[in-house]
């Protein structure tokens, strides 16, 4: 079962801050937001998915992780052919893949105890303010990485569950189960951590 997104290594990301690390993800992304030239973000793309794909987590896993957002992002590339001209449908793909490599690789080399940490650390000057808490603020972020593979298996198990009876996989058949599995499952966590009396708020 797959539980978190992280993979053990001794990479220069692995080493890396979490500060640095995020600092470089928000600086780079808007960066190419900058740049309308296809080649240079096909190059961009080039990069950040040798940098995906030297974690050592293999083609097929490193892309099984990503299918849903590849999905995604094909899809909405189709409809920007549609209402778009060529190449800007092609430049914002392009963009959108290059990003989500570099975001896949600083998730795959940061533990979720690590962002928590350093998302805590980051909102101290708002709880100064009395606009949050601070740990309540990096749970959240944390409980959000931990709930992207545990959906994604949730995905799959009902995916192979229509497999099995012979149904054709359709949207309407799979979002609300897994919609509702998933909030069932919301539930059980907020009701532990507040039994723990985690939560401040």
Do not use: C, W
């Not at 001209?85 to 533990?111: G, N, Y």
């Not at 545990?150 to 949207?171: F, M, N, Q, S």
């Amino acid at each position: 079962m797959l539980t978190s997104l992280y993979v053990e290594g001794t990479s220069f990301l692995h080493r890396m801050s979490v500060r640095a690390k995020l600092a470089g993800l928000m600086i780079i992304g808007l960066a190419l937001f900058l740049v309308a030239n296809p080649v240079a973000l096909g190059f961009a793309l080039l990069v950040t998915a040798t940098l995906y794909l030297r974690l050592g987590l293999g083609v097929g896993e490193a892309f099984r992780r990503l299918r849903p957002v590849l999905i995604t992002i094909a899809f909405f590339g189709l409809v920007n052919v549609v209402v778009l001209s060529p190449h800007e449908a092609l430049t914002s793909t392009l963009r959108l893949l290059a990003i989500l490599f570099l975001a896949a690789s600083v998730t795959a080399t940061t533990t979720i105890a690590d962002f928590i940490d350093t998302i805590t650390a980051l909102l101290v000057p708002l709880e100064r303010l009395g606009l949050m808490k601070a740990a309540d603020g990096g749970l959240a972020f944390g409980l959000v990485l931990r709930f992207v593979p545990d959906i994604a298996l949730r995905y799959a198990v009902l995916k192979e569950a229509h497999a099995a009876r012979g149904l054709t996989l359709k949207p309407q058949t799979i979002l609300g189960p897994l919609i509702i599995s998933t909030l069932k499952e919301a539930d059980s966590i907020a009701e532990a951590i507040d039994a723990r009396g985690i939560r401040g708020q």
